[in-house]
Every structure is written in structure tokens, then in C-alpha cells.
């Protein structure tokens, strides 16, 4: 069975930072690029960040930019999402994807879903 599995997130104030993780279960990350995104209520799910299979190539939306950074550990079958500089408009249930080789900012073109993780930005 394949399975992805989200976890890290919590309540953290304005300013604070966050370290999420991906982790893969019953099949080789390596093979798949991985993507993050975030879905706050009443709104669309959006993308966040990817990183190709091989890690060579990783993609940022502009509202993160600069704040999160994305890496992964194929050797762990994990991949990371580190989020600095949290702002409340970050609030959202937070997934990560496997997909194909390249990165997108599409979900439709993403495979398998983890189960997502809270993060809350609030004072």
C-alpha cells in the first residue's frame, strides 16, 4: 500500500518557524517528485512548493518565497518543508503529493496524498 504521512505542524506564533515532514511508506520517493500544499477553509487547496525526483530543480509559490525552503532525503524517503518567518495568512492543513519527475503546481497532476497536518499561525 502506498502511503504518505505528513507531520511537524502545531501552533506557532507570528515570527516563529516550522519544520514539516513527508515520509513514504510501501513505495520509493525517489521515483516521484513531491509536492506541498496548503488548504485553509472556505478556500482553494494551493500550491506551496515542489522538488524533483532528484532534487535539481524545486519551485516556491510567491507567497513563500524566501521564507520556505524545501529539500528532500532520498535516502530516508522524506521529504521537508522549513517555514520561517510564519505569518497568520500561513494558516492552512498543509499536504504533501507524489507525482511524476518534474514539479507542478497542479493537483490534479499529483498521484498519492498524505492525510495532511495542521499549522496555525496565531498570537
Known amino acids: 500500500q502506498l502511503r504518505l504521512v505528513e507531520s511537524g505542524g502545531g501552533l506557532v506564533q507570528p515570527g516563529g518557524s516550522l519544520r514539516l515532514s513527508c515520509a513514504g511508506s510501501g513505495f520509493t520517493q525517489g521515483y516521484y517528485a513531491i509536492g506541498w500544499f496548503r488548504q485553509a477553509p472556505g478556500k482553494e487547496r494551493e500550491g506551496v512548493s515542489c522538488i524533483s525526483r532528484s532534487g535539481g530543480s524545486t519551485n516556491y509559490a510567491d507567497s513563500v518565497k524566501g521564507r520556505f525552503t524545501i529539500s528532500r532525503d532520498n535516502a530516508k524517503n522524506t521529504v521537508y518543508l522549513q517555514m520561517n518567518s510564519l505569518k497568520p495568512e500561513d494558516t492552512a492543513v498543509y499536504y504533501c503529493?507524489?507525482?511524476?519527475?518534474?514539479?507542478?503546481?497542479?493537483?490534479?497532476?499529483?498521484?498519492?496524498w498524505g492525510q495532511g497536518t495542521q499549522v496555525t499561525v496565531s498570537s
Open positions: 503529493a507524489a507525482g511524476g519527475p518534474y514539479c507542478s503546481g497542479y493537483p490534479r497532476e499529483y498521484d498519492y
